[in-house]
């Protein structure tokens, strides 16, 4: 069993950046790979990030490519989003999420996911 809790989500002004953070619950976080999801008002969740047990791998979304950053501490049992250059489309609770196969590689797809938080919401101010 996982349990997450995000934090770091706030009202920012476009352009501006955000970190937010995923703790785990488990000692055996650090064999699981890990995503961050986004859904906005009226919208469907989608994938925003992704990387692997180790961090060695990551894939993101177009629409964040070389905006965001994720990364993890293992030790800390933590996953980060560093959100930069933030614009208003990018409002929307943000989810992180855990696929429990162990040493998995990236996925994009919820499904994979069996372990999610209860979402931090990002307003970004035009």
């Known amino acids: 069993q996982v349990q997450l809790v995000e934090s770091g989500g706030r009202l920012v002004q476009a352009g501006g950046s955000l970190r937010l953070s995923c703790a785990a619950s488990?000692?055996?976080?650090?064999?699981?790979?890990m995503g961050w999801f986004r859904q906005a008002p009226g919208k469907e969740r989608e994938f925003v990030a992704a990387l692997t047990w180790s961090g060695a791998a990551t894939d993101y979304a177009d629409s964040v490519k070389g905006r965001f950053t994720i990364s993890r501490d293992n030790a800390k049992n933590t996953v980060y989003l560093q959100m930069n250059s933030l614009k208003p489309e990018d409002t929307a609770v943000y989810y992180c999420?855990?696929?429990?196969?162990?040493?998995?590689?990236?996925?994009?797809?919820?499904?994979?996911?069996?372990?999610w938080g209860q979402g931090t919401q990002v307003t970004v101010s035009s």
């Open positions: 999420a855990c696929d429990p196969t162990l040493f998995g590689g990236v996925r994009k797809y919820e499904k994979a996911y069996n372990y």
């Open positions: 488990g000692r055996i976080f650090s064999s699981f790979a």
